[in-house]
């Protein structure tokens, strides 16, 4: 491709974003913005993403078929699976204007994921356990109300996925192609160059199952999610599902001290309630009330620095979905205004869950159930009865210990770049879809889903492969093999022999990007260069006489090459 002819060139003075790939990807003309969340794939940008989608389209098609499903959906789907008032990211298309809306009012919904299609899809032709198990995978768009649209690709409105489905007559069976499906993800993310430093992560299984879901977390500085190593079991855990046991802390004042009241009115936070009170934030206690979905009120509570884990909590508990409780409630269970809840003269009827955390201390802080006022020198044993149990119901954070070893946890970001869930029956009972067995009698069907994100997967490369100069691209992914760059252009033999080189690099099928503009200075064409990010850049000039000069991206020194050891090199014969 010539690049005088390339629609979507460089653009330096664009402006910065809030992320690298954002910038450089913009920068160097392979995306535009429309609108916060939402991109225009350019040629170059579009390049990198088919190639992205070809090598995982080749790995899923070793164990499924690709189909096309619709952007659009019948929102009776959603109603039927209970998802249509629950699903918080969730979007629908209505009638833009008053002639649009006298043609059609009907609203749908635009689907952030397809289980609410696929799974009707499967019911219309795979009945018999002779055609078990299958999978199905598509690539298409996704949109999802997203609250905030960061990061450029690694959180947009409107993005890329690869989801794919698979369906089994056994949980057995399932979790045996959810294995399998593991080993296949990590062959995608090696081809792409990022395997080696994308890891699988244990994450949370929703209100699916009380099993861990995987994610292929990879390893990055300004990856927004935090993964929590255990080096000793080689595991790998996101941080809301981290298993987490705090830090002990140890203060001179252990002497039991009387328990008092202080009034502290509308103070936000237990940083603030700390400086308040003159303690440490360890000793003060975040308490929160919560509404279960069989009509049970829970107190839990934390030590402050921490968050409560509400699906860590949810599974103490035992009930399927939990909310934070009602103003209304608040005020019924501690008689006080909201912001003063505490573990102290709680209702025998609310069930506590305590964090660990919130053990092994002495004269500490909890709300007192009393508007305005908070409680210090608690103890357990004098002013609280000492629980059967504690519990691990908390956020994770760096500093925090693995349960098992006591070995403090190795904490580093990261971004995803896919996921794999086990669904079971949720989707397959929401549909009545079941298997006739070859007993004749109708038996569940057991569903996993896996996606793959190909638009955030080239923003997270970005992320990781540039420089001070721009993009620097894995091979595999690269618009093109090779930039060649044509200097001294306005001199007719340099111009015939770099035209030459592009005929024969062409012949050969070598994927270049010929920089043949000729008023241009050569700074300027080594800047491009260096922003596209090519693996390879070559360079005829009338410094390179009859050689070509030949750049690795990721390299600083450059070798002189005749055209049949650049063949050569580039692994083509001449």
């Given amino acids: 491709m010539l690049y005088s002819k390339l629609f979507g060139k460089t653009k330096k003075s664009s402006k910065q974003y809030d992320s690298v790939n954002a910038t450089l990807l913009t920068k160097s003309g392979f995306i ?71 043609k059609n009012d009907t609203e749908y919904v635009l689907n952030p994921t ?202 103490v508990v035992k009930c399927k979905a939990l909310k934070l409780a009602s103003e209304e409630t608040v005020k019924k269970v501690t008689r006080a205004e909201v912001g003063y809840a505490g573990i102290l003269d709680l209702p025998k009827s609310i069930e506590v869950y305590l964090d660990e955390s919130v053990g092994n201390r002495t004269n500490f802080e909890t709300g007192s159930n009393k508007t305005h006022y908070h409680s210090i020198n608690v103890n357990f044993g004098k002013d609280l009865p000492l629980p059967k149990k504690f519990y691990d119901i908390k956020v ?61 997967i080239m923003g997270i490369i970005v992320e990781k492969y540039h420089d001070d100069k721009g993009i620097v691209w894995p091979s595999t992914v690269a618009p093109f093999q090779v930039h060649l760059l044509g200097l001294d252009m306005k001199d007719e033999s340099i111009k015939f022999k770099v035209y030459q080189v592009y005929k024969e690099l062409i012949k050969k099928n070598i994927e270049v990007l010929f920089d043949d503009r000729e008023n241009v200075t050569a700074g300027e064409k080594f800047s491009d260069a260096d922003l596209i990010g090519i693996p390879v850049r070559l360079v005829v000039s009338k410094r390179t006489e009859e050689k070509i000069e030949y750049k690795k991206r990721n390299k600083n020194k450059p070798e002189l090459l005749s055209l049949n050891e650049l063949l050569t090199k580039l692994k083509i014969k001449s």
Wanted: aromatic share 12%.
């Fill in 114 to 315: 397809h289980e609410e299609v696929v799974t009707p899809l499967a019911q219309k032709f795979i009945l018999s356990y002779k055609d078990f198990p299958f999978a199905l995978y598509q690539i298409q768009n996704k949109f999802r109300n997203e609250p905030r649209v960061k990061s450029g690709l690694l959180r947009g409105r409107e993005f890329r996925m690869k989801d794919l489905y698979s369906f089994h007559t056994s949980e057995k069976d399932l979790k045996e192609y959810y294995e399998k499906s593991k080993e296949v993800y990590m062959r995608v993310f090696n081809r792409l160059g990022i395997g080696k430093d994308t890891v699988i992560v244990m994450a949370s299984g929703g209100s699916f199952t009380d099993d861990f879901s995987h994610e292929f977390q990879t390893i990055c500085d300004t990856g927004e999610d935090t993964v929590f190593f255990v080096k000793s079991k080689n595991i790998y855990y996101n941080k809301e599902v981290t298993p987490s046991k705090a830090p002990k802390v140890e203060y001179k004042d252990e002497k039991i001290l009387p328990r008092k009241d202080v009034r502290g009115e509308g103070i936000i936070g237990v940083e603030e309630l700390a400086e308040f009170l003159k303690i440490p934030v360890e000793k003060t206690t975040k308490t929160l009330l919560f509404e279960t979905d069989d009509n049970r009120v829970i107190a839990a509570a934390v030590r402050g620095g921490y968050d409560i884990n509400e699906d860590k909590l949810r599974k």
């Fill in 32 to 102: 535009d913005q429309v609108m916060a969340g939402t991109y225009t794939y350019l040629p170059l940008g579009l390049k990198v993403l088919n190639k992205i989608e070809q090598i995982i389209r080749e790995e899923m098609d070793t164990i499924g078929h690709e189909i096309l499903m619709p952007a659009l959906t019948p929102i009776v789907n959603w109603q039927q699976t209970g998802r249509f008032e629950t699903v918080d990211v969730l979007m629908k298309t209505t009638p833009a204007n008053i002639f649009a809306k006298a």
């Fill in 396 to 456: 994770a954070k760096e500093g925090d210990l693995y349960p098992e070893t006591n070995e403090v946890y190795k904490v580093m970001r990261a971004s995803e770049v896919g996921n794999i869930f086990p669904l079971y029956t949720k989707f397959t009972e929401a549909f009545n879809y079941k298997f006739i067995d070859r007993d004749g009698k109708e038996k569940p069907i057991y569903m996993g889903c896996y996606g793959i994100g190909p638009s955030r």
